[in-house]
């Protein structure tokens, strides 16, 4: 009985430990990311959770279509550095003048907690 409690404890843990590992970061961020590009209100926001929503107006949407588009065409992202334990996903958005910064931080349950784009 013992060793059945400490499985299921040691199971509900790892599934804690992993829950936003089932949303694929890297599609997730391209989705976004093509969606600001493209100044789509609705798109960019689609994967953010209800905080990150409410906190995204068309004027930041469009100042930072308006960077993106200063550097070229979007040509997509690849993969800087990650830290699955904590959600944080870092990534580099490729353009034909130049590169982004891509941060992105993942809720347990695969939403969108945080999206943030700097200069490279």
């Given at each position: 009985?013992?060793?059945?409690?400490?499985?299921?404890?040691?199971?509900?843990?790892?599934?804690?430990?992993?829950?936003?590992?089932?949303?694929?970061?890297?599609?997730?961020?391209?989705?976004?990311?093509?969606?600001?590009?493209?100044?789509?209100?609705?798109?960019?926001?689609?994967?953010?959770?209800?905080?990150?929503?409410?906190?995204?107006?068309?004027?930041?949407?469009?100042?930072?279509?308006d960077?993106?588009?200063?550097?070229?065409?979007?040509?997509?992202?690849?993969?800087?550095?990650?830290?699955?334990?904590?959600?944080?996903?870092?990534?580099?958005?490729?353009?034909?003048?130049?590169?982004?910064l891509?941060?992105?931080?993942?809720?347990?349950?695969?939403?969108?907690?945080?999206?943030?784009?700097?200069?490279?």
């Amino acid at each position: 009985m013992i060793r059945l409690a400490a499985a299921a404890v040691a199971l509900v843990i790892a599934a804690m430990g992993c829950a936003h590992h089932g949303a694929d970061p890297q599609a997730l961020a391209d989705d976004t990311t093509r969606a600001v590009y493209n100044l789509d209100i609705d798109a960019t926001t689609a994967h953010f959770d209800d905080a990150l929503k409410g906190q995204v107006t068309r004027g930041t949407i469009g100042q930072l279509s308006d960077e993106m588009h200063a550097l070229g065409a979007y040509q997509g992202l690849k993969p800087a550095t990650s830290d699955p334990d904590k959600g944080r996903y870092d990534f580099q958005a490729a353009f034909d003048k130049g590169t982004l910064l891509v941060q992105l931080r993942l809720d347990p349950d695969g939403k969108i907690g945080a999206y943030r784009v700097t200069p490279r």
